[in-house]
C-alpha cells in the first residue's frame, strides 16, 4: 500500500539556521506530493505541493522537489524563523485518482530566537 | 470567510462514556472528511460526506464510532462507550469539489480518554 515516512522530531533550530526534512514514500503510478503545516492551535494548512517527477513547490520560503528516482519530497527552507515553529507533514494523493491524502506521522519543528 | 471549526477543542472523559464531536465546514462546500491522529502516528482517514450522505466510510475503526451530517451542513463524531484507544486528535476538512480539491482543516479536537 501507500506510505509515507518523515524523519523523526523535534527538530530544535536556531533563527536563520537551514532547515531540512527529510521525507520518502512508497506508492505505484504517480502521486501528487504535499507538505501541510499546523502552527500551534490551527489546522492544517496546505504549504506547497507538487504533481510531477522533478516539479519543485514552494511557498513561504519553503521549497520541496519531487524526485521520483529516490521517491523523496524533502522541506527546506534557507533562513528559518521563530514564526515557522510548528509541525509539518508530508502527504500523497493516492493514485487512481484518489482524494484521501496519505499522511506521515508529522515532524515537529521549533525555532529559538 | 470563516473556516473549518470545531468543537469543543478539548475533552477529557473517562472509559465507557460517550462523546460527541461537532465540525462545521465552510458555508457550500459539500464534501466533508473526518480523520484522525492518535500520538504521534499518521493522521488516518475516518469518513468522507457529499452532503449528508456518507461517501466513503472504510477509516472507521469499529461500530462505537458514528459520524452523521443530517441537512448536509455541520457534523458529528460520535464515540460510544470510548475506549482508550481512541484518545488522539480528530479533524476534520470539507472541501468544494472533489478529485484535486485543497481540503481545509479545521484546529482538531483533543481527546483524551482515561
Known amino acids: 500500500g501507500n506510505s509515507v515516512t518523515q524523519m523523526e522530531g523535534p527538530v530544535t533550530l536556531s533563527e536563520e539556521a537551514f532547515l531540512t526534512i527529510n521525507c520518502t514514500y512508497t506508492?505505484?503510478?504517480?502521486?501528487?506530493l504535499f507538505w501541510y503545516v499546523q502552527y500551534p492551535g490551527e489546522g492544517l494548512q496546505l504549504l506547497l505541493k507538487?504533481?510531477?517527477?522533478?516539479d519543485k513547490g514552494s511557498n513561504k520560503g519553503f521549497e520541496a522537489t519531487y524526485r521520483k528516482e529516490t521517491t523523496s519530497f524533502h522541506l527546506e527552507k534557507g533562513s528559518v524563523q521563530v514564526s515557522d515553529s510548528a509541525v509539518y507533514f508530508c502527504?500523497?494523493?493516492?493514485?487512481?485518482?484518489?482524494?484521501?491524502?496519505?499522511f506521515g506521522r508529522g515532524t515537529s519543528l521549533i525555532v529559538h530566537p | 470567510e470563516a473556516g473549518v471549526t470545531q468543537f469543543p477543542s478539548h475533552s477529557v472523559i473517562e472509559k465507557g462514556q460517550t462523546v460527541t464531536l461537532r465540525c462545521d465546514p465552510i458555508s457550500g462546500h459539500d464534501n466533508l472528511y473526518w480523520y484522525r491522529r492518535v500520538m504521534g502516528k499518521e493522521i488516518k482517514f475516518l469518513l468522507h460526506?457529499?452532503?449528508?450522505?456518507?461517501?466513503?466510510e472504510s477509516g472507521m475503526p469499529n461500530n462505537r464510532f458514528l459520524a452523521e451530517r443530517t441537512g448536509g451542513t455541520y457534523s458529528t463524531l460520535k464515540v460510544q462507550p470510548a475506549e482508550l484507544e481512541d484518545s488522539g486528535v480528530y479533524f476534520c476538512?470539507?472541501?468544494?469539489?472533489?478529485?484535486?480539491?485543497?481540503?481545509?482543516f479545521g484546529p482538531g479536537t483533543r481527546l483524551l480518554v482515561l
Open positions: 460526506f457529499v452532503k449528508e450522505s456518507k461517501q466513503d
Open positions: 502527504a500523497l494523493n493516492n493514485p487512481g485518482g484518489s482524494y484521501i491524502p496519505t
Open positions: 506508492a505505484t503510478g504517480y502521486p501528487s
Open positions: 507538487a504533481t510531477k517527477a522533478d
Open positions: 476538512a470539507s472541501s468544494q469539489g472533489l478529485v484535486g480539491e485543497t481540503q481545509y
